[in-house]
Nanobody, 124 residues
Framework: VQLQAFGGGLVQPGGCLRL?????????????MGWFRQAPGKEREFVAA????????WYAESLKDRVTISRDNDKKTVYLQMNSLKPEDTADYYC??????????????????WGQGTQVTVSS
């Protein structure tokens, strides 16, 4: 399984970004997908997740009004739309895939495969 995240960059406060994560080596539509982030000196934290089965989504409570996760099974890609970005959103953002037909949610234990991070910097 390979997960390639991209779309990060430098953005001003109040701006938006859409991160993408392209998957290969797995039957994508059967896997739950998640996004996590890790700021310098902090633990990796959950951002959002989307199930394989019915597209149910989960969000970190602190982010739910500003982020949207979605997936395109034909393109084997999961997206994270982030709006109204704040400096505290600065972090490396990681995508992750569950096990086959696996449970999806906020716990890192739900995820078997991780991509490399894409860096998001929110600064003026």
């Amino acid at each position: 399984v390979q997960l390639q995240a991209f779309g990060g960059g430098l953005v001003q406060p109040g701006g938006c970004l859409r991160l993408s994560c392209s998957a290969s080596g797995l039957a994508f539509s059967w896997y739950g997908m998640g996004w996590f982030r890790q700021a310098p000196g902090k633990e990796r934290e959950f951002v959002a997740a989307i199930s394989w089965k019915n597209g149910n989504t989960w969000y970190a409570e602190s982010l739910k009004d500003r982020v949207t996760i979605s997936r395109d099974n034909d393109k084997k890609t999961v997206y994270l739309q982030m709006n109204s970005l704040k400096p505290e959103d600065t972090a490396d953002y990681y995508c992750a895939a569950s096990t086959f037909q696996g449970t999806t949610g906020s716990s890192r234990s739900h995820y078997a495969s991780w991509g490399q991070g894409t860096q998001v910097t929110v600064s003026s």
